[in-house]
């Protein structure tokens, strides 16, 4: 299966900054997918990223707050925009591990802490 | 819409106890469903799943039936190892996603 480094591992942010996570996958894949985890809570789909493409953002985010970039088949990059204490969460990225299995791969994870 | 349902955490067991963390769906049709896991550290990664009803998932020792009756994925284990100890998150499938429970933490002590 694939191998996803994610950077930075964690950060601590300031209210009102911005934050860019970076995704890079060893091998080529068609999507890939944001996840967020808050404190305490389920792993929420955030927006799916397809080269060449807008993302497709799910229910409750937006283009202004995460936007994505996905410039080739391996690299993407979400950024937390205007961030509040709210946003304090561990986010994932993650990658389709076999075509059609919908069994996925995940990085290890970006755990930010804005104060 | 459609969701997943997992025991609360954490549990605490001793080595070579048994273990069940509960796992009940709520869903249209029959979706498939996966047990992941996440190591301290470590990104998630799938520890076993099921596709159709009945199915038993296998994988280092653990085990999960896929039960339409009680909608449920229970995820079991005979005798656990301190290497066992994560974060386990039930899931199922639906057009595009993987909708996720809260996980459950696990840890086991020798």
């Known amino acids: 299966s694939a191998v996803i480094s994610q950077k930075p591992s964690r950060d601590i942010c300031q209210r009102g900054t911005s934050l860019t996570i970076q995704c890079q996958v060893d091998?080529?894949?068609?999507?890939m997918f944001w996840y967020r985890q808050q404190p305490g809570q389920s792993l929420t789909l955030i927006a799916t990223?397809?080269?060449?493409?807008?993302?497709?953002?799910e229910s409750g985010f937006v283009i202004d707050k995460f936007p994505i970039s996905r410039p080739n088949l391996t690299f993407s990059t979400l950024t937390v925009s205007n961030m509040s204490p709210e946003d304090s969460s561990i986010y994932l990225c993650?990658?389709?591990?076999?075509?059609?299995?919908?069994?996925?791969?995940f990085g290890a994870g970006s755990r930010l802490t804005v104060l | 819409g459609n969701s997943v349902t997992q025991m609360e955490g954490p549990v605490t067991l001793s080595e070579e106890a048994f273990l069940t963390i509960n796992c009940t769906y709520t869903?249209?049709?029959?979706?498939?469903l996966f047990w992941y896991v996440q190591y301290p550290g470590e990104g998630l990664q799938l520890l076993l799943k099921?596709?159709?009803?009945?199915d038993k998932g296998s994988n280092k020792g653990f085990e999960a039936t896929y039960r339409k009756e009680t909608t449920s994925f229970h995820l079991e284990k005979g005798s656990v190892q301190v290497s066992d100890s994560a974060v386990y998150f039930c899931?199922?499938?639906?057009?595009?996603?993987?909708?996720f429970g809260k996980g459950t933490k696990l840890t086991v002590n020798p």
């Open positions: 899931a199922l499938v639906e057009p595009k996603k993987l909708v």
């Open positions: 869903a249209t049709g029959y979706p498939s």
């Open positions: 091998s080529q894949v068609t999507m």
């Open positions: 993650s990658v389709d591990g076999q075509a059609g299995a919908n069994v996925l791969t």
């Open positions: 099921a596709t159709k009803a009945d």
């Open positions: 990223a397809n080269q060449g493409s807008e993302a497709t953002y």
